[in-house]
């Protein structure tokens, strides 16, 4: 069990999808760190955090600085930035650091469009992520297929699933972070490997956020699971 | 709108999963042409579609001649016989019929275990089908992801999304046909190459019945559809 009092660094915290799980954290009491290439935005982004949660707990560093001061930092970064965004944080990374993984390897990265992917020779972002962090760090996947929308909305719940992946232990105190999140329920997926599986999948739900005009995004939901899924 | 009188032939119907749709669609009232590489073996899972649908309309055919009688055609046969199946009955396969892939490239193919898959040249196994198929007949891929117990245990609906790609008018016929069975519901998965998105899918349901122990095999749903998704 993580110590809720721990706060939660999330590296592109700027972005849409980092800034909608700062806000979401915070709502639900726990104190956030966002990370970013450049402090002032780090900064701006903490700013925009407490407009919409009043007496959020929230701070803005560089990146670097953001990654020493949280037992749980996550990575929200466009995948065209993970790998320079790992690297450029690996030499404050200290074992026992969980580094979560939201990377989706959508071919926007090269110029292509988000239908689709581009290949990972190491199998998924996640395990190229755990390529580049020192010994000790373990890496978890999770939160890839969650609407950026849908969570920025605070007054709605999210309505989705959260397949989360690694070495057991890191796994079971990242599955519980999504608790924090209403509509949220975190899933048990198995090894890291498996994150091809789930980094897939959101091009996938872009695919269908177009077809069906749901500019808010799609989710999904594991059926037939026993009632309390658990770790 | 496809003929409600017209025959669906299931190639591989004498497997779990395709014995399970032929159960559902003759439940459904439907006329059913079962095909094996075995003539008798088709016949024998006939028999056992009537034992548990009585009044069920099917037939058994060794596979080519299977393919002869049904505008609709599904391949429901392990991965490693998918090509060589196909290759078997493209003589027979004319202009206008719609060939159903439900293949998913599991490593069991090769040896490996069903939690893994093997990457196809083509991009997906369904791609690798319509590689193989005379032109004018459209390959649709659909089916991958819903549990063989499930559909065969007809006292119970499936609770499963099916996610139907390929060309739009084939692809909406065969979202039709999820309609016959209890529980299915199809969503439009848009062009042919977005079957490597579902196939692979099978692969982590196939890992989240083992973790979860759900023997009779999980499935999913996308939520945030509009109320009538329509194809």
Redesign the interface.
Known sequence: MSDASDPIAILGGTGDQGLGLALRFCKAGRSVVIGSRKEERALAAAEQVRAAVPGADVLGFENATATGKAPIVILSVPFEHTASTVKSVKEVLTPGQILVSMAVPLATAIGDGA?RTVGIWQGSAAELVQGLVPKGVPVVSAFQNV?AH?LQHLEGDV??DV?VSGAKEPRARIMELCALVPGLRA????PLA?A???E??T???I??NV????P???????????ED?GS
């Open positions: 239908l609407s849908r309505e989705c397949i899933v048990d997926g198995g498996n091809r599986f789930v897939q999948w091009a996938l739900l695919g269908l077809r069906y005009k749901v808010e995004g799609l989710g999904f939901r594991i059926t037939g699971l026993p899924p």
